[in-house]
């Protein structure tokens, strides 16, 4: 009857304990977090942010490289505004329009 009200104790303690902790993130979780902040990175940089992502170490590259991304989309974005709004001006379509937004967007 002891060993009984005994185990029964620890096993209350114990559950008790581990209440407190957060629950870890699976891998399958870190995984798919890296994923999603590693949008917009390609190649070797992106395999490297997810690596180092994977590893604990992502958030402040992650940071960084975020703010880069957003400004080149942000130029992106306005050049193909800036582009777009030409062509509708020059009245241009087709094979005519697809050439100059070409051009255009280069630069």
């Known amino acids: 009857m002891k060993a009984k009200l005994f185990c029964a104790a620890a096993c209350v303690a114990l559950s008790g304990a581990?209440?407190?902790?957060p629950e870890q993130p699976t891998y399958r979780d870190r995984f798919a977090t890296c994923a999603h902040e590693s949008k917009g990175l390609k190649g070797d940089e992106h395999q490297k942010f997810?690596?180092?992502?994977?590893?604990?170490?992502?958030?402040?590259?992650?940071?960084?490289?975020?703010?880069?991304?957003?400004?080149?989309?942000?130029?992106?974005q306005n050049r193909m505004r800036t582009c777009n709004e030409e062509a509708h001006t020059k009245n241009l379509h087709g094979d005519e329009r697809r050439s100059f937004m070409s051009t255009c967007l280069k630069g």
Do not use: I, R, V
């Open 18 to 21: 581990y209440a407190n902790e």
């Open 50 to 76: 997810m690596s180092d992502c994977l590893k604990g170490q992502g958030s402040a590259k992650k940071d960084e490289q975020a703010h880069k991304t957003t400004a080149a989309a942000g130029e992106q």
